[in-house]
């Protein structure tokens, strides 16, 4: 059990640039989740998904983001046209079936110059 | 619509006493669990303790606790014996289990043990 990774850890991009991040999950988990953290404050949640099905989006999520789980594994998060406002930790986390524990990657840091 | 409120930006606390931290929620919903995580300054959340809404025991992990007060809509953490290690980010969660699994975070609080 490798944990939930994530990739980059670290994101510099001019405004206007798309970006993607990557998510895998540990490996027998189904359900995947990305969030959002701004210095000081809690996670924000953006969507999760149920093996590939995007069950539920935060309406956070503007049309400038997208995610999607193909095949039920990793997961990607896509912000088009980042803004200064996009800076942030992206988080991703796990959990399987049930279980109420969700496992946590280490985070992706955006940064939008 | 649930809310997690934690009024206690920051925290002090001398090694090897014991510290609250503060947790109030707010749900219509009546199954319901609540969480706390840990993040130290490396970034990544660590589970610490779960309590179900219908669980009519508080939840406790080793030096962790969780106080429970369901009348009150409060599920405060209780650390005993506070290590120098403890000293982090500490974040309270909701997740509602009727028809979502989503997780709602409260804005946190700093812990620092004191040597």
């Known amino acids: 059990d490798t944990g939930v990774s994530q990739d980059p850890r670290h994101k510099i991009t001019k405004r206007g640039q798309n970006v993607t991040f990557r998510c895998d999950p540990i490996s027998e988990h189904n359900r995947l989740y990305w969030y959002r953290q701004t210095l000081g404050q809690g996670p924000e949640f953006l969507t999760y998904f149920q093996n590939e099905a995007q069950l539920e989006k935060s309406r956070l999520l503007s049309d400038r983001f997208s995610a999607e789980r193909p095949k039920g594994s990793f997961s990607t998060l896509e912000i088009q046209r980042t803004e200064q406002g996009d800076s942030a930790m992206y988080l991703c986390a796990s959990s399987q079936g049930r279980s109420y524990e969700q496992y946590f990657g280490p985070g992706t840091r955006l940064t939008v110059t | 619509a649930q809310k997690i409120t934690q009024t206690q930006p920051g925290m002090f606390v001398q090694e090897k006493e014991a510290v609250t931290l503060d947790c109030t929620y707010d749900?219509?919903?009546?199954?319901?669990?609540l969480f706390w995580y840990k993040q130290p300054s490396s970034g990544e959340m660590i589970f610490l303790i779960y309590?179900?809404?219908?669980?009519?025991q508080n939840a406790t992990e080793g030096r962790y606790s969780l106080n429970f007060q369901k009348a009150r809509k409060s599920a405060n953490l209780v650390i005993s014996a506070s290590q120098l290690g403890d000293s982090a980010m500490y974040f309270c969660a909701m997740r509602v289990t009727s028809g979502t699994y989503k997780y709602i975070f409260g804005t946190g609080t700093r812990l620092k043990v004191l040597a």
């Open positions: 749900t219509s919903d009546q199954s319901y669990g």
């Open positions: 309590q179900g809404s219908y669980d009519e």
